[in-house]
């Protein structure tokens, strides 16, 4: 059912007519497992309403209107059109394998005493507005669950989904039924729950990328207050499915059902910036930053409205689905490298296996002409999380390696990210961070020409920090992506001159995340990201160059360019005292 545009619904059709009365009548059908003292009571009375058929724009705009949030009755019957519509395996349990195998599951044990299965990780088990027998109903239906998926392993989200469908649903099988249909879809284009640790923790390390680019003073913030920033971000789906109050995860699922995953790492990040609103400048309540996000957040009735929090979730002009799939494609591929695909082990003190993100610069072994290890581990705040459990290896440095740029080109070619480091004679510091082996600029068959992805981004730090991202990041308007291509859509090699510059895999390979051929750019200008050749190397373009350095890697000069939209990075021109290049060695596969 998906459209030419690539949107969930294209030309499904919700037709959903509701009179709805006292609860007692109408909502009855719906009332089993509620406690309805709990419930937001302008919930309870309502005048009629109906949904009639409608394209999926109309229904987006419904949707995220909350045209059906106050009418529970309307609720649940679009809740049960959408999650029909789903298209899924060829056998999925329905409400009669529940009937069927839930005695035999189950036995005589009280639902509230069922244990949980693994894969849930300890996760929380919201009540929301669930009564008693909707409280042991929920394990119950986990367990059947769990009988009958046998390759989910690891879903943390699951209890929310089901508590929260309960509300919906007429009976226990009824909402498994709806539980299994999300659980079991088949589209490609489609995604909606993490059933894997590899899905689930890379899409923790595709929300702090985002985070860093569209939440950079709250990762600021995070970065000052945490040992471990992507510990911090591995809680996001905490966040909403376990933490957020029954009436805004409700708002939040019914966008959800209609325009997918996308729409969770929006209002995460509206979490984000929220919290950061909120605390920037007071204490922490606690030594942990996670269980201050937690508790805004349970409690953030007191500051945002659900309504509030949806339109800045929409405000925030994320990327396209097609580029957020390639990222947590990255990341997913970052993590089978480094040997991540299942929970590592928790040790006594708390900690996992896995290392450290924010000490992943280790000061013993860190050695630096132009920065130190605090600077650098900033520095490393900045970088995709997938090179951020990396350690820094110096490949190149004018001190040791002499002032060459062949010798530079020779050095670096073969390491991709790069980050490149500049102390000036007047003591100024600023660099780059190069998404792409060097080795590419060969593409150009002599000539000068620019190559890179718009990861790439320059900074200085002194005399003051200033990072400058691709501008497209900061202004969309500027580019208009193609026609979104659902997450699941095969995408090919890239041959372009911008693509990363390993050797050609026989067997294809994703076209790397925020490639500039993925956007409809009014000039090359807007991705003019990285070039050189024997006579200089040059970092950003158009009306002018955020570094131009010789072929003698000794004199520079630094102004506005349209790629980066950045201030001159040091004095305009420049004399280098020591150059350096730095690249990530993986020492955790290892």
Aim: aromatic share 10%; net charge neutral.
């Amino acid at each position: 059912m998906q459209s030419s545009t690539g949107q969930f619904w294209g030309q499904a059709r919700v037709c959903v007519n509701v009179t709805l009365q006292r609860p007692s009548a109408a909502m009855g059908e719906y009332s089993r497992f509620i406690d309805w003292d709990k419930m937001d009571s302008s919930i309870q009375d309502q005048d009629s309403k109906e949904l009639t058929s409608t394209e999926f724009q109309e229904l987006k705009q419904l949707a995220r209107q909350g045209y059906w949030a106050k009418n529970h009755s309307l609720r649940a019957k679009v809740y049960h059109k959408l999650i029909g519509n789903i298209p899924c395996r060829t056998v999925t349990p329905d409400a009669n394998v529940y009937r069927d195998i839930v005695v035999k599951i189950v036995g005589k044990r009280s639902g509230s005493t069922l244990p949980l299965p693994e894969f849930v990780d300890d996760s929380l088990v919201p009540t929301y507005c669930l009564n008693a027998e909707g409280v042991g109903a929920v394990r119950k239906i986990i367990s059947c669950i769990a009988s009958q998926f046998p390759d989910i392993s690891f879903c943390p989200a699951l209890p929310s989904v089901v508590a929260l469908l309960l509300h919906y649903s007429r009976d226990e099988a009824e909402c498994f039924e709806k539980v299994c249909r999300i659980l079991a879809c088949n589209d490609p284009s489609k995604r909606f729950i993490d059933q894997t640790f590899l899905a689930f923790e890379s899409s923790c390390m595709t929300f702090g990328d985002l985070v860093n680019k569209y939440c950079q003073a709250a990762h600021k913030l995070m970065v000052a207050v945490s040992e471990d920033v992507l510990e911090v971000y591995s809680d996001w789906q905490r966040w909403l499915f376990g933490e957020l109050p029954v009436t805004y995860i409700g708002r939040v699922f019914d966008v959800f059902l209609v325009e997918g995953y996308k729409v969770l790492y929006r209002v995460a990040l509206a979490l984000l910036k929220f919290f950061h609103k909120v605390r920037a400048g007071q204490t922490m309540e606690s030594d942990n930053v996670q269980q201050d996000i937690r508790a805004f957040v349970r409690d953030i009735a007191k500051s945002v409205s659900p309504e509030k929090l949806l339109e800045k979730a929409f405000a925030i002009r994320l990327f396209s689905r097609k580029e957020i799939h390639l990222l947590q494609m990255a990341n997913e591929k970052a993590l089978q490298q480094k040997g991540i695909t299942v929970k590592q082990k928790r040790y006594e003190d708390g900690r996992t296996g896995r290392q450290n993100v924010h000490l992943a610069v280790h000061a013993e072994n860190f050695k630096s002409e132009i920065v130190d290890v605090k600077k650098m581990r900033d520095i490393w705040s900045w970088i995709p999380e997938r090179f951020a459990l990396c350690q820094p290896l110096l490949v190149y440095t004018t001190s040791e390696h002499g002032c060459s740029l062949s010798r530079f080109f020779s050095h670096c070619e073969g390491h991709e990210p790069t980050l490149l480091l500049i102390k000036t004679t007047a003591q100024e510091v600023c660099g780059a961070y190069l998404s792409t082996d060097w080795n590419e600029r060969r593409r150009g068959g002599g000539k000068l020409s620019f190559f890179g992805t718009g990861e790439c981004f320059v900074f200085r730090l002194v005399p003051e920090v200033e990072r400058y991202e691709w501008v497209v990041i900061k202004h969309p308007e500027l580019a208009v992506t193609g026609p979104e291509q659902g997450a699941g859509t095969p995408l090919a090699a890239d041959p372009s001159p911008s693509s990363a510059g390993a050797p050609s895999d026989p067997s294809g390979r994703l076209s790397p995340f925020l490639s500039a051929r993925h956007f409809n750019l009014p000039s090359k200008a807007a991705s003019m990201f990285m070039a050189g050749d024997r006579e200089c190397i040059i970092i950003g373009g158009g009306d002018g160059q955020a570094f131009y350095i010789d072929a003698d890697l000794n004199h520079g000069r630094t102004s506005h360019c349209n790629t980066f939209n950045n201030q001159p990075l040091c004095s305009e021109s420049f004399q280098i005292a020591v150059l350096e290049v730095w690249g990530f060695i993986d020492t955790m596969s290892s």
